[in-house]
């Protein structure tokens, strides 16, 4: 079955710089990738998905690039706010009928004013 | 405002006690999922429904149980033969696969 795999588990950077989170996947036939944000005592929100047809995709300050090839995609937040300290996921959609999303296991992000 | 209700947000639990934790959505969705989470931890998936009147396991069903008798509801008991239950407990729904999940405000349960 699917397996993802994301780093790092925790990553701190400065107010203002860029941060990036990387998965990667197992199954080649996974065709749908999404990430969500949880705050803290909340439950997780979706903030960006990408289908295995693209290879970017941007929404303001938040971009997701995928490489099919290499089996891997990336969450790239610019110009890092306080507001976006949290606890993110990316997951992947194996394209296998009736089958949940697989979960990574999370990156704490913490912005540093 | 369409969207998922979990309840009640805290729940307190005695041993040996079943208990029901309750998840409805208004979004018109076919697919609705239960998962734990424990501190520090990800998400763990327990049960699954891709259509009313149908159910399957997750990776730790052992210890819960669910129904599917309305499309709006996929409400969770933790039994008294889960030994572990403290956690974070969160529902989403979907319109199926390949397209993302809303989530619940979860329900935090705790035994004493």
């Known amino acids: 079955g699917e397996n993802v795999e994301q780093h790092p588990s925790t990553l701190s950077v400065q107010e203002g710089d860029s941060a990036v989170i990387k998965c990667t996947y197992s199954?080649?036939?996974?065709?749908?990738f999404p990430w969500y944000k949880q705050e803290l005592g909340k439950g997780p929100q979706l903030i960006i998905d990408?289908?295995?047809?693209?290879g970017e995709k941007k929404d303001q300050r938040i971009a997701v690039t995928l490489n099919k090839t290499a089996k891997h995609f990336s969450l790239h937040i610019t110009e890092t706010q306080p507001e976006d300290s949290a606890v993110y996921f990316c997951a992947a959609s194996p394209n296998s009928g009736n089958t949940p999303l697989v979960f990574g296991k999370g990156t704490r992000l913490s912005v540093i004013a | 405002d369409g969207g998922i209700t979990q309840s009640p947000k805290y729940l307190f639990r005695k041993e040996g006690q079943n208990v029901t934790l309750s998840c409805e959505q208004n979004?018109?969705?076919?697919?609705m999922y239960w998962y734990r989470q424990d501190p520090g931890q990800g998400l763990r998936l327990i049960y699954y429904s891709q259509i009313v009147n149908d159910f399957q396991k997750g990776d730790i069903a052992e210890g819960y149980s669910v129904s599917r008798e309305k499309k709006e509801s996929f409400p969770l008991t933790v039994t008294s033969a889960q030994k572990n239950p403290t956690a974070f407990y969160l529902c989403a729904s979907s319109m199926g696969d390949n397209y993302g999940y809303t989530f619940g405000s979860g329900t935090r349960l705790t035994v004493v």
């Open positions: 990408i289908r295995s047809n693209v």
């Open positions: 979004l018109n969705h076919d697919a």
């Open positions: 199954d080649s036939a996974s065709n749908y």
